[in-house]
């Protein structure tokens, strides 16, 4: 079936250590994206990519990069996580191509970050 | 910055009964969009109604739109323990970015 992966479902990292989380796609979708949703709370968008170009929110920490080697894959880099950073980040695709409005999103599980 | 705010915030109903959650955003939209997240796990797209209806269903659920109170509501009918799980609205303004609304927690009771 084809679905939105992201791994690990849960990662444990120190204060101030970098950290990468996956996500990889066989949906083909052109369109990928990353939120951060803390507990009780929606979920926001940090950046997404359409294509290979970026997109970042304005208040997304610097903190906060992201990387899309190719159509497949996308990936977050927290490079000095802080205790507020620990939350469940999202990862999504949606298809803008052969037009397509690209309205509905696929979500993958999500990974849990905790910082210890 | 947050569109969509949930009403209620928590819900809790017996098996069989109807739910009902509702949704208010604040800008004009293209449509808008209910995703249930089950604890701990991704979003999965329900349903989506644009501007331009007033009201949509897909199996046990019936979406309405009122882009004049800006508003709309979900409601789950012959509720189930399965149907357990946060519900979000979430808009479309402009080409494809979401932004999500709070959420409503919703407890089926066997």
């Known amino acids: 079936d084809a679905m939105v992966i992201q791994n690990p479902r849960y990662q444990v990292t120190q204060f101030g250590k970098p950290v990468t989380l996956s996500c990889s796609q066989t949906?083909?979708?052109?369109?990928m994206y990353w939120y951060q949703q803390k507990s009780s709370q929606a979920p926001k968008l940090l950046f997404h990519y359409y294509d290979k170009d970026f997109n970042n929110e304005a208040d997304t920490p610097d903190n906060f990069q992201s990387r899309r080697p190719n159509t497949s894959f996308c990936f977050l880099d927290i490079r000095s996580p802080g205790l507020g950073d620990a939350a469940m980040y999202l990862c999504?695709?949606?298809?803008?191509?052969?037009?397509?409005?690209?309205?509905?999103?696929?979500f993958g599980p999500g990974t849990r970050l905790l910082v210890l | 910055s947050q569109q969509g705010e949930e009403d209620p915030q928590a819900l809790s109903i017996q098996e069989g009964e109807n739910a009902t959650m509702n949704c208010s955003y604040k800008t004009s939209i293209n449509n808008l969009q209910w995703y249930r997240q089950n604890s701990g796990r991704g979003l999965v797209h329900l349903i989506l109604?644009?501007?331009?209806?007033r009201e949509k269903h897909s199996g046990r659920l019936r979406v309405t739109l009122d882009t004049s109170k800006k508003s709309s509501s979900l409601l789950i009918t012959a509720s189930r323990a399965a149907d357990t799980a946060s519900y979000f609205c979430?808009?479309?303004?402009?080409?494809?970015?979401?932004?999500f609304g709070k959420g409503t927690k919703l407890s089926v009771i066997p």
């Open positions: 109604i644009r501007s331009n209806e």
């Open positions: 999504a695709t949606s298809d803008t191509t052969s037009g397509r409005l690209g309205e509905t999103q696929y």
């Open positions: 979430a808009t479309v303004a402009g080409s494809y970015q979401l932004t």
């Open positions: 949906l083909n979708h052109n369109v």
